[in-house]
């Protein structure tokens, strides 16, 4: 009998805390107290993630980091998946204090043995279907501060762009993070473009956005998720997903309610 693949199901970090009015993207206070309700409510891990704005509170820039999240990790059984740069959002890639910084920042997320790193590419790093290729020498640099770094690139670009970007880096540490939220609110088919990225698509990230393109709860949006699973299991996608949900109300109630509506169509879909 095949052993069934068990896809992991994870949270942004903060999603698990209070934050201001209108900060979806807030790093927690406390948050030590994060990882023992994601391990209550039953998810993998928690993807930490570095602010637009250097926060040298953030943990991952203190010297007893290793000491921290691992050992946070292995107490409640979490594993460490994906680390999330939203730093070049506000600060552009191509420029050389960015690069000095993502190596930096390499190395650090190294010491936490996380191999998977997120470059959302908005803002200031804003990759485009016609701006494409002056990144990719940039990204070159990028793959080569560490060998075994995975590059998950997040953006709006069509999976024909990826493509011709991917060639032009010549990596298959490279890959491309699809989020379903942002990809419902532009003028493409969301499904017909999973179709079209196919095996390029290396994480998920799961939210929903209405006509207005504002955050909602799961299931109030644009997005079909049952519609969504199906067509991941067309393509016999076999990576992970990570919840970057809004908090509704009472943020545990809504990660809860989350958790549990992903993980069912990953098991029904997916799991087999």
């Known amino acids: 009998m095949q052993e069934k693949k068990n896809l992991l199901l994870g949270i942004v970090q903060g999603r698990l805390s209070n934050s201001p009015k209108n900060r979806l993207q807030f790093f927690p206070k ?46 409640n059984n979490l594993k460490l998946y994906t680390f999330c740069d939203d730093y070049i959002i506000s600060n552009s ?17 190294n010491k936490l043995k ?40 997040e953006s709006n670009i069509s999976p024909s762009t990826f493509n011709f970007f991917k060639t032009m880096v010549k990596s298959k540490r490279i890959k491309f993070l699809f989020d379903t939220g942002n990809r419902s609110t532009l003028k493409r088919d969301l499904y017909e473009d999973i179709l079209s990225f196919n095996k390029n698509i290396g994480h998920i990230h799961i939210k929903d956005k209405d006509s207005k393109k504002t955050n909602v709860m799961l299931g109030k949006g644009n997005v079909d998720f049952y519609k969504l699973f199906k067509i991941l299991k ?3 996608y076999k990576s992970n997903f990570t919840l970057e949900t809004t908090r509704g109300d009472y943020f545990k109630r809504s990660a809860e309610k989350n958790f549990k509506y992903i993980k069912k169509l990953i098991i029904k879909y997916l799991i087999k």
Do not use: C
């Open 114 to 153: 996380i191999k998977n790193l997120i470059l959302p590419m908005y803002g200031k790093s804003m990759m485009t279907d016609l701006n494409y290729k002056k990144f990719v020498n940039e990204f070159i640099k990028i793959l080569n501060y560490d060998k075994k770094i995975n590059i998950f690139l």
């Open 234 to 236: 067309k393509i016999n």
């Open 93 to 109: 890639i191509l420029d050389l204090k960015t690069q000095n910084y993502i190596k930096k920042l390499i190395y650090k997320i």
């Open 30 to 75: 406390n948050y030590e107290n994060e990882f023992k309700l994601a391990k209550q409510i039953g998810f993998d891990f928690i993807e930490f993630f570095s602010e637009r704005r250097l926060n040298n509170n953030n943990p991952i820039w203190k010297s007893k980091i290793k000491k921290n999240y691992l050992h946070l990790s292995k107490k």
